[in-house]
């Protein structure tokens, strides 16, 4: 069955220095992968995906993502990170060759410290 | 409609009593899903509808929790006896299948046990 893991509960980070969520994932197939963000007392908002082509994937709010078959992570990076920034991340995966569920991380919760 | 609505927003209810929480997906998202989250916590699968084909019920906590979804629209989340651990947020998001986007989350009900 796919599976993701986000291995760290909390990251903390100076503003301004760039920032790094790590997603790692498992699945039979051909991933697709998301990452979402959940500001205090709000929803889920979707961030960005990757589904094929560049391994590279923009995304709002500056935020980008590498896809890496060989290491099986897609993490989530942003160059300089803003104290707005600050919430709880989701990494999550859909394998469409399964039963096309999407699974999510735990999540990884992102403090940037003024 | 334009996004995911989940009613109500929040629901207070003593213990031990049935409680009913709605989810209208987006017209022609055939996947549906339910997940809890406690406070601060991850997101915790619950179930997952995907157009005709049998739900996955494998998050489902326990024989108190139950959904129903109607063709491929409503779907309301049934918990029965209410207990405090239930209380946590419930959200729903739902997606189209088979093409790799991403799903869209409702708000979701805050459902709170006393």
């Known amino acids: 069955a796919q599976s993701v893991a986000q291995p760290e509960d909390q990251v903390n980070v100076a503003e301004g220095n760039p920032l790094t969520v790590k997603c790692t994932y498992s699945?039979?197939?051909?991933?697709?992968l998301f990452w979402y963000v959940q500001y205090p007392n709000r929803g889920l908002q979707f961030l960005l995906k990757?589904?094929?082509?560049?391994?590279l994937v923009k995304g709002s709010y500056g935020f980008e993502a590498e896809f890496n078959k060989s290491q099986t992570s897609f993490h989530l990076k942003k160059p300089s990170a803003l104290v707005s920034d600050s919430a709880l991340y989701f990494c999550?995966?859909?394998?469409?060759?399964?039963?096309?569920?999407?699974?999510f991380g735990k999540g990884t919760r992102l403090h940037i410290l003024p | 409609g334009a996004g995911v609505s989940q009613s109500p927003s929040n629901k207070v209810t003593e213990k031990g009593k049935d409680v009913e929480l709605r989810c209208d997906p987006i017209?022609?998202?055939?996947?549906l899903y339910w997940y809890r989250q406690r406070l601060g916590q991850g997101l915790e699968f619950l179930i997952y509808?995907?157009?005709?084909?049998?739900?996955?019920k494998s998050g489902l906590p326990s024989d108190r929790f139950s959904a129903e979804r109607t063709g491929e629209s409503v779907s309301t989340l049934t918990i029965q006896r209410t207990q405090q651990e239930d209380s946590a947020v419930y959200l729903c998001?739902?997606?189209?299948?088979?093409?790799?986007?991403?799903?869209?989350f409702g708000q979701g009900t805050r459902l709170t046990v006393v």
């Open positions: 017209s022609g998202h055939t996947a």
């Open positions: 509808f995907q157009g005709n084909s049998a739900p996955d």
């Open positions: 990757y589904i094929t082509g560049d391994n």
């Open positions: 699945v039979s197939g051909n991933p697709y």
């Open positions: 999550a995966v859909r394998d469409l060759n399964r039963d096309d569920k999407i699974i």
């Open positions: 998001a739902s997606s189209l299948v088979s093409t790799g986007t991403e799903a869209f």
